[in-house]
């Protein structure tokens, strides 16, 4: 088995021991310390954020504003039927072909493109979330790094971060290292097995409680363990989460005795799933040709999704007057569809007609004011046409408080530079570049507005503050 492959196999379960590695001022148990004290409820969420801005750092997560949102609404709404304990999450989602997900220290929670692209409904890609928001509340990374002590690895710092999202550095000098990770790969599986039994078992009760199919793992499951058979390679998710011979079997008689009842999906999630292939393609023009053929073999309840991934692959290919009438159309037909109707609008915008798009926005915001990627598209709008005033009120008014996802902070910034208020829009530049963990380049933007004239004895003291907090950063790394 090649090096790679054995990293990612334990890049699940080895995750938080890895990340801990990475900030000196985070005290290691001994390895050889089976009393070991675990890490504080801070110390953890500190290593989450920083483990996070490292894979933000990949430019893998897809930083666009109706994913996140969509993603992070679908896990909060698991978490409010899971016994969390007022565990923190977040949800994101990485540009990726292979089909996976994981979970992190601090309650971040990855799901690759792929995973969601591929999944035959909301409920499945539900089924996976649940599974490893179940993996944190019960315990299992904290589990297995009490089983991994006696690994020697800290010579791989950073390394299982980038194999968690499939991104590979042959200088990372794992080669040397191969033979003990292959050693300690099969009791890593076994061990991990229990956590899968007691994560399926869990994880079904909350898809229930948060009325989702808990039939979908199952479901989920055959499909790939059927993909598997038909190319004679496991998809990732099962190298992460190995599976048992029997563990369909036992999820679907598990699931059948839930008492029936309605469960309720999103219709916005094959509008996730074609907005995903647009974002993820490596060809625009050929996914423009693999909609034409498509669209000639699609049933009507799904057809207005596929046009929407349509005419969004024609925009990224260069073909905005060929899009527009299709949005044009759906959006007549559709009226209220918050996706469709973005699309519509931006359409215009890439076309320079601001007057319909912002009409038609202003119309959104005010039925959805509290929709996050209306808010933000609308301000994006606004700015393109030279209105960054309005745009900053609309900023200020919602701050668009989603947990890391920094485009905002980088539209923020816009705003209040046109706006004329440079020293905040240095603050929030510096902001943007620590949540995409580039700290030096942060202090130089705050370097900068401590240099400014006129800095008041208040403001410099609010920069001199946040000079602090990124210095620290420093220190750690």
Not at 325 to 337: A, G, S
Request: charged share 20%; net charge negative; proline share 4%.
């Amino acid at each position: 088995m090649s090096v790679l492959k054995l990293i990612k196999a334990l890049a699940l379960f080895l995750l938080l021991l890895y990340t801990q590695m990475l900030y000196a001022d985070i005290p290691l148990p001994a390895m050889t310390d089976s009393n070991a004290p675990t890490i504080s409820d801070l110390e953890e969420a500190q290593l989450g954020k920083q483990f996070f801005q490292s894979i933000k750092a990949s430019g893998r997560v897809i930083d666009d504003p109706l994913t996140t949102q969509y993603i992070n609404t679908l896990g909060n709404r698991l978490v409010k039927a899971a016994h969390t304990n007022g565990q923190s999450f977040h949800f994101f989602v990485v540009a990726s072909p292979d089909i996976n997900a994981f979970a992190g220290p601090g309650g971040y929670i990855g799901i690759n493109s792929a995973l969601i692209i591929q999944s035959k409904n909301e409920s499945e890609v539900a089924a996976v979330l649940a599974h490893e928001i179940t993996h944190i509340t019960q315990g299992h990374l904290a589990r297995i790094m009490e089983k991994a002590k006696e690994v020697k690895l800290s010579a791989l710092a950073g390394l299982l971060a980038s194999a968690a999202i499939g991104v590979y550095n042959p200088n990372a000098g794992a080669g040397a290292l191969s033979a003990t990770m292959a050693g300690a790969q099969e009791s890593m599986l076994h061990f991990s097995r229990e956590n899968e039994e007691e994560a399926d078992n869990i994880s079904m009760q909350v898809l229930y409680d948060a009325d989702f199919d808990p039939k979908s793992m199952s479901d989920f499951l055959d499909t790939l363990q059927r993909n598997e058979r038909l190319y004679n390679t496991p998809p990732e998710f099962l190298s992460s989460h190995p599976l048992t011979n029997n563990r369909i079997a036992d999820s679907l008689s598990r699931a059948s005795h839930f008492k029936a009842k309605p469960y309720t999906e999103d219709p916005g999630f094959d509008f996730l799933q074609n907005r995903l292939r647009g974002q993820t393609a490596k060809n625009s023009r050929s996914l423009v040709n693999d909609y034409k053929k498509e669209l000639t073999l699609t049933p009507a309840n799904h057809r207005e999704a596929v046009e929407y991934g349509y005419a969004n692959a024609l925009k990224n290919a260069g073909l905005s007057t060929e899009a527009l009438p299709i949005f044009n159309r759906l959006h007549q037909q559709d009226p209220n569809n918050v996706w469709i109707s973005i699309a519509w609008c931006r359409a215009y915008a890439n076309n320079r007609q601001y007057k319909e798009a912002l009409d038609t926005f202003a119309k959104l915001y005010a039925a959805n004011e509290d929709n996050y990627a209306i808010v933000y598209y609308y301000a994006a709008t606004l700015l393109e046409n030279n209105q960054p005033k309005q745009a900053l009120a609309l900023l200020r008014q919602h701050q668009l408080n989603v947990p890391d996802d920094s485009i905002p902070y980088e539209l923020l910034s816009q705003a209040q530079g046109k706006s004329g208020f440079i020293s905040d829009a240095y603050q929030t530049r510096a902001a943007y570049l620590m949540s995409m963990g580039a700290p030096r380049q942060a202090l130089d933007q705050l370097k900068m507005a401590m240099a400014l004239p006129n800095n008041s004895a208040t403001n410099k003291a609010k920069i001199q503050a946040q000079m602090n907090e990124v210095q620290a950063s420093l220190k750690r790394d």
